[in-house]
């Protein structure tokens, strides 16, 4: 069964700039895909072009084996969509949106209108005019909207801009019952990490118009666990450091005040005694949690060039 | 079809806003006003209306009129035939400038010859010089008889060439030479040969010059047909005519009924019609025949026709030719719809609506002008558009969806205030108008219910309004900005207004397509105002070739429209 979303060589070019590289990659079924990315990395044009709202320079894009050059309306029959902050009629109500895109598709009724109104929480407001909304209740609906036709992948770009930490904490409750109910498959981007962190099964790096590499977290993790996975944080760390190469003979790697190894949990509780016995200031020790954001930062910074 | 529903959703979404009830309130407004402001200017009843005790008073003074009504006609015919003598006859007022030139030049050879004697004579020269003067004048007086009298064709600048030329000569020959010595005389005259010669300023001039042409077969059928069939044949219409009025008389002889007197009247009054239309028939057609090889354009600008418009004088001889044939001579029919601002002799419902109509149709223009320009530069700019471009729709069915979607709304407004219009216009005027005689396209007349000019009005309005909404979108689409859509539409409204009204004759004029807007013009009549404000000069056109150009201008607009949108990054 062809997957979801397949990008083969997708690019982009304005005039002399090239936004979108040579990007390839593919969405599974029931996955979330997070595109991580800097600002004007390629991220959104990226999604756009997926959804046909950009043209494509050069490359294909498939949604459920249909090609959106030559199939557009079969292909994006299988996608909901939005980029960035959605915009609605504001004279008109939330239903009387959700309406209006609901009417262009064939056999949507009014139930469905209702049940995808009460998926992003939005029953209650939903005869108040858009106007009257909040920037949440906007972005809400925003992606009710992308729900109606019960597409097959959603493709978000920076759903959760402008909202607060309680409605991003909604949005990525949503987004993850959509998966686990439905088996919608998602396509989201960020440049906050966190959220990322906590949604998405894979994450894709984008850096100036390059895919850079896809990886699950975990993956991630791993990989930068290699610099070591205990660490020290103290008062002295380059003497510290010292000690612990001299006396365990294992690498050490210093980090602002902490000073990180590989150690078994023994090892590492003989190394707290003999550094105190050397009247090492010890702060804290244990394992260390790579941030993604840590990861993201090395990651990019390898890189990044200047052009 | 996809794009019905896309259509009926933009439909929907628009009656939704707000703004719905602002746009039903102004026309609301603007049919009241109109109504109170409407004061139509009645056509002046030229009927004859002979008063006296009885019928034979009033037929007595028809009988002594009756000569000099038909001799309107008959004054006409032998111009006609003087004028088309002196043609065919080398007597024509060309051949008589060309003969007072020859002989200007003659006189200055003279003079030349003069001073190239052995024997200079001072007196000689004097007297040859003076009577090159003469005639000179000669030509200058002809020169300036020619605008009011012209048989011939000659533009504007030809003439001013000419007088310009003459003029200049006339300075350079003083009127008092008696202070000239020989070599005075012999310079003025080397002076003149050099710069005055008749050679390099004149005839080219002169010989561009076109005779007109007139075939004195045609001229007579033109006669027979207006003249001697109406007026001069024993069975003549005239003369059948007049033996119904006399049978009429003697059936009512000396009687003083209100009645009768009033049906002899108009007999009179028909009858008197018969001769002028006869009159207006000849004098068109014998026009039309001198003008036919030339383009209403390029008449304009020759001295004596500027202000003709070969359409017009093609639809009133139309009209007439077809009301002498049947029979129909009360003047009252005569007048072929006169709707608008000038109505017949009093105001129907039909007038009104036609009139209210103009004033909305501008209002209904605006609207739908905004509506146009928001539904695709408002969405791009309103970044909704980004919501729609997902839709399982390509971008060509987007545009479409949303030109239909123009299209009913304007429609919508158009019928309704044509209703309106209507139902407020038989309240006040009531619906007395019976047929209406239509002129098609200038050569087929035709009589119909005044609905049906009516309905050929609104199909008029429907066109008119295409083309703007088209450009409105084409700008849309290419300036994704609402306000230099609408405001540029409205622009070439307004200039086209401009036109209409300082009535352009420039001959490129023609292929713009905002001089083909107007199909109703040729409904009937450019005469007869369809108003101030529809496009009333017809130009070189006919209503084939105006519809043509307007369905193609509408079509190639949307036709760019949907490439340009196509490859638009939308977001």
Known sequence: MEKVLQVENLTKVYGSRTAVDNISFSVNNGEILGFLGANGAGKSTTMKMILGLTSITSGDVYICGKNIQTNFESAIQNVGGLIETPYLYPYLTGYGNLKFYASLYKGIKKSKILEVASIVGLSKRLSDKVRNYSLGMKQRLGIAQALLHDPKLLVLDEPTNGLDANGIKEIKMLLKRLTKERGTSILISSHILSTMESLCDRIAIIDNGRLIEIKTLNEIKQRYAQNGSTYVKVGTPNFAGKLIQEKFNIKVGICGNKVLFNASETDLAKIIVMLTQNKVPIFSAGEVDYSLEDMFLNIVGNHSNIS | ?571
């Open chain 2, 1 to 571: 079809m996809k794009v019905f529903r896309l259509a009926k959703a933009e439909l929907n979404k628009l009656f939704q806003r707000p703004a719905i009830f602002l746009m039903a309130g102004f026309l609301v407004i603007a049919l009241v006003l109109v109504s109170f402001f409407y004061n139509p200017t009645l056509r002046t009843d030229t009927r004859i209306n002979y008063q006296g005790a009885n019928t034979t008073e009033i037929h007595t003074q028809f009988q002594t009129e009756k000569a000099s009504i038909n001799s309107e006609l008959s004054t006409l015919v032998d111009s006609i035939n003087t004028l088309t003598y002196n043609l065919n006859n080398q007597t024509s007022k060309l051949s008589k400038l060309k003969n007072l030139i020859a002989n200007a030049e003659g006189a200055f050879d003279n003079f030349h010859a003069e001073l190239l004697k052995d024997s200079k004579n001072i007196n000689n020269m004097r007297i040859k010089l003076e009577a090159y003067k003469t005639k000179i004048l000669e030509i200058q007086t002809f020169l300036s008889t020619i605008e009011t009298d012209i048989d011939f064709f000659i533009t504007l600048s030809q003439l001013n060439t000419l007088k310009t030329f003459f003029e200049r000569l006339n300075k350079d020959i003083p009127s008092n030479t008696t202070n000239y010595s020989v070599d005075n005389m012999i310079e003025l005259g080397n002076f003149l040969a050099l710069n005055r010669n008749f050679s390099d300023h004149v005839y080219p001039t002169i010989n561009a010059l076109k005779e007109m042409k007139l075939d004195a077969t045609e001229v007579d059928k033109l006669v027979e047909k207006y003249y001697d069939n109406i007026l001069l044949n024993d069975d003549s219409t005239l003369k059948l005519y007049e033996n119904e009025i006399e049978d009429f008389y003697y059936s009512c002889i000396g009687s003083n009924e209100d009645e009768d007197m009033q049906v002899l009247n108009n007999m009179f009054s028909n009858y008197k019609s018969i001769v002028l239309m006869a009159k207006e028939s000849l004098e068109n057609s014998f026009t039309l025949l001198k003008v036919k090889d030339i383009s209403n354009s390029a008449l304009n600008g020759h001295v004596g026709f500027t202000s003709i418009n070969k359409y017009e004088l093609q639809e009133t001889l139309t009209k007439n030719t077809y009301l002498l044939d049947n029979g129909k001579f009360d003047i009252e029919y005569a007048n072929n719809f006169n709707f608008g601002s000038t109505a017949g002799f009093k105001t129907s419902a039909y007038d009104f609506t036609i009139f209210a109509m103009q004033i909305l149709t501008i209002i209904i223009a605006v609207f739908c002008l905004f509506f146009g320009a928001g539904l695709i530069a408002g969405e791009q700019s309103g970044k909704t558009m980004k919501m729609l471009a997902i839709r399982p729709y390509t971008r060509n069915k987007i545009y479409l969806g949303k030109f239909l979607a123009c299209i009913a709304f304007m429609l919508i407004l158009l019928l309704i205030s044509f209703i309106a219009s209507f139902v407020v216009g038989s309240i006040l005027y009531g619906l007395d108008l019976p047929s209406v005689l239509l002129i098609i396209n200038a050569n087929k007349a035709v009589v119909v219910h005044p609905m049906v000019v009516m309905l050929i009005y609104l199909a008029s309005s429907i066109l008119n309004l295409l083309f703007y909404i088209s450009l409105a979108l084409l700008l849309s689409v290419i300036f994704r900005s609402s306000t230099v859509a609408v405001l540029t539409s409205f622009i070439v409204y307004i200039v086209t207004i401009l036109c209409n009204i300082l009535m352009i004759k420039t001959s490129w004029f023609k292929f713009l397509p905002i001089a083909h807007l107007d199909i109703f013009k040729y409904f009937g009549g450019a005469s007869s105002s369809g108003g101030f404000l529809t496009f009333n000069t017809i130009v070189d056109a006919n209503l084939w070739l105006s519809l043509g150009y307007l369905l193609g201008i509408i079509i190639v607009f949307n036709l760019a429209s949907m490439i340009v949108f196509k490859k638009r990054n939308i977001a």
